[in-house]
């Protein structure tokens, strides 16, 4: 099938780890990808080839390469997710070059673990552009594009499940990430509210540790606790090919998601062969949904509102 008739799939920060692993298996798929980041690169400098996927030689460059030495299709399109104007150029150029927008995956994020005390203005103020105003400006960029596919698409959003025990000890940090997953909740509804039946937008999180750059320092006493990132890619491909009122809205873990999509067998994931990693996020969350769920009153729209002054 040749690069115009595929379905387009872009995967925002995708240079390595967890997005380089979504980026590959979705071209293995048949989707033409592509990777965003900040990092480019030679990717024809790099010796030994493909990198460490949790190195800094990995980049948007070299997954771009890894896909198409592969038999994929891939473009690598630098963004920086906290200029706006970046954010359009890249979403421009996608659909420029590759005719639609079909999934949209957004993986980008900056990351501060500490008390508030000990978390600098500046390092909350890069966590919010990143992580949720990177999203929003993402999004918003992305709709004219799924309007002009007939309302056709989904959107993944790396953002955690909303329980108390994920703000203790990273406030700042939980801010942002508990902001995406509510702008997740909030546009299912936008969507459920004016029938586009056909779009969801849905976000995942992992329930085991995975390997990632951030994992490295733990020694290989720790490897028993990780996965690949297998396991958070396959979880992804299975939610897009969910029919849409299964998915639209939901908060979703990666290996929660894949049992009820009938994995049963977990092994294959696990960085270590025979171990039986701990799982880090709590077996049951809070349903946020409440009995008023459904009674709006008298709906405000402030478009509306502004038009009238």
Known sequence: MGAQQKQVALVVGASRGIGRQIAIDLARNGYAVVVAAKSI????????FPPDPNSPQSTISTVEREIREAGGEASAIAVDTRDFGSIQKMMESTVSQYGRLDVLVYNSGAIWWASVEKT????????QRVNVEGLYGTVQASLPHFAANGW????????????????????AYAVGKVGMSVLTKGLAMDWDREGKKDMAITSIWPATAIQSAATERLGSEGMKDLRKPTIFSDAILAMIKAPV????????????????????????YNLVAGSRPRRIMPAEFPDLKVKEHDDEGTRMDSTKLRAKI
């Open 41 to 48: 690169s030679n990717a024809y400098d790099v010796v030994p």
């Open 245 to 268: 009122d299964t998915v639209n809205g939901e908060l979703e873990l990666d290996e929660d998601f894949l049992r009820k999509a009938g994995v049963t067998n977990f092994d294959k």
């Open 120 to 127: 600098p203005m500046k390092r909350f103020q890069l966590m």
């Open 152 to 171: 056709k698409g989904r959107v993944i959003v790396v953002s955690p499940p909303i329980y108390s025990r994920f703000f203790r000890g990273k406030t």
